[in-house]
Every structure is written in structure tokens, then in C-alpha cells.
């Protein structure tokens, strides 16, 4: 019902920065919290940020202060800046959405990858 299509990993120098976008597509209608969590080889997955769909933010404590998280909500896309990357920010960045049903209905993108590395 709801396609998320996610862009802008790649490699990157620490300190350097990097956009991440994800574009939601489909049943969207009701869907309300859009963010971004990540995942590192032989570790859980950890919330980076994400945002409702009146604007409210909420960030993991080790991003808060470099990334910023925004949204525009005509293009049902929601967007990521890192800054101030670093080596331990490599992992898998899953965009994913959410559809406040009882239980949450949550949608996944397809990941793209972080590299931060020298």
C-alpha cells in the first residue's frame, strides 16, 4: 500500500555531510510519523530521527546537533541532513513511515548505505 523510495547515502570523509531524501508513494493517506533508522553489521537497529506530520521532531541522542530532519508535505518526501558525519554514523539507513492504526502500521524503505570513512 505505501512504496518508500530512499536516496542520497554514499561514501564520505568524516566531518563531511551528506542528504539523505525518502518519497513516499501509494496509501498514504493517514500516515502520520515519517523518519529514519539505521542499522550497523552485527548491531540493532537504532532510531536517527523522525518527524510528524505537523512539523514535530524527535532525534537519537548521538545525531542530535549534527543531522536535521525536515519534511514537505505536498511531496510526501521527507528529508535528512547529516553534518559532522562520523566513522561510527556507517550503517544502513532505513526510511520508514507510519500509519497510526492499533498496532502501528509501519512501512520500510529499501536502505541506502552510509559510509564514513577516511
Known amino acids: 500500500q505505501v512504496q518508500l523510495v530512499e536516496s542520497g547515502g554514499g561514501l564520505v570523509q568524516p566531518g563531511g555531510s551528506l542528504r539523505l531524501s525518502c518519497a513516499a508513494s501509494g496509501s498514504i493517506f493517514s500516515i502520520n510519523v515519517m523518519g529514519w533508522y539505521r542499522q550497523a553489521p552485527g548491531k540493532e537497529r537504532e532510531l536517527v530521527a523522525n518527524?510528524?506530520?505537523?512539523?514535530?521532531?524527535n532525534y537519537g541522542d548521538f545525531v542530535k546537533g549534527r543531522f536535521t530532519i525536515s519534511r514537505d508535505n505536498a511531496k510526501n518526501t521527507v528529508y535528512l541532513q547529516m553534518n559532522s558525519l562520523k566513522p561510527e554514523d556507517t550503517a544502513v539507513y532505513y526510511c520508514?513511515?507510519?500509519?497510526?492504526?492499533?498496532?502501528?502500521?509501519?512501512?520500510w524503505g529499501q536502505g541506502t548505505q552510509v559510509t564514513v570513512s577516511s
Open positions: 518527524i510528524n506530520s505537523g512539523g514535530r521532531t
Open positions: 520508514y513511515a507510519v500509519r497510526p492504526s492499533v498496532p502501528p502500521t509501519i512501512y
